[in-house]
């Protein structure tokens, strides 16, 4: 049963940080990858990346919490490269999603108060 759940979770948080990698490479390279056409797209797929970035923040960072707990990185011999490269791609999602708020909450809260 133990080892039937860590399977799954590994599977889940694999196939969340393949997701993740994908979206920051469209990201980043999305505009040279897929132009923008302003008959057939509605949005950039930059724009979308990153919005897909910041809705899986909490579903990734769940998974990355799980990934550490249920494989014991905490009890390992190198404790700190563990979490680091466990909670990478929660910390990808976690700044994208912060960026495009603050991106999209700025404008809004400054005409808001003025």
Request: net charge positive.
């Amino acid at each position: 049963m133990k080892k039937g759940i860590k399977i799954l979770v590994n599977t889940v948080y694999t196939i969340g940080a393949v997701c993740v990698l994908i979206l920051v490479i469209l990201l980043f390279f999305g505009d040279v990858l897929i132009p923008f056409d302003y008959e057939k797209q509605m949005v950039p797929v930059s724009i979308s990346a990153w919005l897909l970035l910041m809705f899986g923040t909490i579903p990734m960072i769940i998974a990355c919490v799980a990934v550490y707990f249920v494989n014991d990185l905490k009890n390992g011999a190198h404790r700190i490269r563990s979490f680091t490269l466990v909670f990478l791609p929660g910390l990808i999602c976690l700044i994208a999603g912060g960026s495009l708020l603050v991106t999209w909450l700025l404008p809004v809260l400054t005409n808001a108060f003025s």
